[in-house]
C-alpha cells in the first residue's frame, strides 16, 4: 500500500515507520504493482507502444506518460503526477529516476540508451548470480549481455543471490573484480541502490565465491578430470587362457572326410532285398490245375 504522511512524505505500508501515521492513502498494493508493471515496460522496453517519445538518454516527459497511461489502462483515470513521484520516491530498488519533469529508468533495458549514471565511488568487487549449466561458459567467455543492453552487477552477494532465485533456487554467486576492471579500461556506472552495469566483464577479473551451489560446482569438475584421467591410463592387458593345440585327433573334420560320411550313410539306408523271399519265391512251382471227373448222371 502507498501513503504519505504529512510530516516524513510517502512510505509504503500501512503506518509511517517514523511517527506510526497512517498518512494519507494513494493507491492499494495491486494498483502500485500494476502500475510499476506498466512503467518497467514503457521505460525499459516499449515506449513506442503507448505512443511516446524517449530522448537518447531513456527519458520521458511525466505529463505525457500519465495521459498515455490514463488512455491505455482506464482503471488508472485518476492518475497524477505525485503518483508518480511516490511510486519512484519508495521504489526498494530505485529502478527510476527522476530530474525536473522527465523520468526514466535507471537499468534494465532492451532499447538503445546512452545512460549517463555516475561512475565514482565503485566498491572494489561485485557479484553476479548464474547457473550451474552456464558458470562454466561465463568462467570461460566472460560476461556480455544477453536479453538486456548491459550487464547488471550487484552490490553484495546476498543481493546477487536474491535476483539469482527468480531463476533458480540456488544460484551460483561470481565475484567480480570492479577494481581490476576498471584499471584495464572497462566503464562501470552506478545505476540503482544496489544494482551496476557495464558493457561486460573479461573472465580474468572473475571468480566462483565460496558457497554450497559453488563447492558442489568444484566437486563435479574434480570428479570428471578424475574420469578422464582414469580413462587416459593404459589398461593393464587382460591374461588370456592358451588355446589348445589341436592334433590329428581332436582336429575338426575336413569338408571331404564330412562328404564321405554323408555317402555312407546314404548306402546304409539303402534298401536292400530280402534273400529269403526271393529263394522261397524260385522254389514255389505253378500249381496245375486238376480237371474236374463228369460222371453221367443215373437216370
Known amino acids: 500500500m502507498l501513503r504519505q ?3 516524513h512524505g510517502y512510505f509504503r ?3 509511517c515507520s517514523v511517527c506510526t501515521q497512517k498518512g494519507r492513502f494513494l493507491m492499494s498494493d495491486n494498483e502500485l504493482n500494476s502500475l510499476g508493471r506498466i512503467l518497467a515496460g514503457i521505460l525499459r522496453h516499449f515506449p513506442e507502444k503507448f505512443k511516446l517519445e524517449m530522448d537518447t538518454q531513456g527519458w520521458i516527459v ?3 506518460l500519465i495521459q498515455a497511461v490514463r488512455r491505455r489502462a482506464s482503471q488508472f483515470h485518476w492518475l497524477r503526477p505525485h503518483h508518480i513521484l511516490a511510486l519512484v520516491e519508495t521504489d526498494p530498488k530505485g529502478r527510476y529516476e527522476i530530474r525536473n519533469n522527465l523520468i526514466r529508468a535507471t537499468y534494465g533495458h532492451s532499447i538503445d540508451v546512452d545512460l549517463d549514471l555516475p561512475t565514482d565511488d565503485i566498491p572494489e568487487k561485485l557479484y553476479y548470480p548464474t547457473t550451474t549449466e552456464e558458470v562454466d561458459l561465463l568462467m570461460e567467455t566472460g560476461l556480455k549481455p544477453s536479453d538486456r543492453k548491459k550487464v547488471h552487477l550487484s552490490k553484495t552477494s546476498e543481493d546477487a543471490e536474491n535476483a539469482g532465485k527468480y531463476r533458480v533456487p540456488n544460484p551460483i554467486i561470481l565475484e567480480i573484480d570492479a577494481k581490476g576492471s576498471i584499471q584495464a579500461g ?3 556506472q552506478h545505476a540503482a541502490t544496489s544494482v551496476f552495469i557495464t558493457s561486460e566483464i573479461s573472465p580474468e577479473f572473475i571468480r566462483i565465491i ?3 551451489a559453488s563447492q558442489a560446482i568444484m566437486h563435479k ?4 578430470e578424475n574420469t578422464i584421467k582414469t580413462l587416459d591410463e593404459p589398461a593393464e592387458p587382460e591374461l588370456l587362457e592358451p588355446e589348445p593345440i589341436k592334433t590329428e585327433k581332436n582336429k575338426e573334420p575336413t569338408a571331404e572326410k564330412e562328404t564321405s560320411k554323408v555317402k555312407d550313410k546314404e548306402k546304409s539306408t539303402v534298401r536292400k532285398p530280402n534273400k529269403k ?3 522261397n519265391k524260385k522254389s514255389k512251382k505253378p500249381k496245375t490245375q486238376k480237371k474236374k471227373s ?3 448222371k443215373s437216370d
Open 210 to 212: 565460496d558457497s554450497s
Open 186 to 188: 572497462n566503464k562501470i
Open 277 to 279: 523271399v526271393e529263394k
Open 221 to 224: 569438475k574434480v570428479d570428471v
Open 5 to 7: 504522511c504529512p510530516e
Open 62 to 64: 511525466i505529463n505525457a
Open 13 to 15: 505500508g500501512e503506518k
Open 294 to 296: 463228369t460222371k453221367a
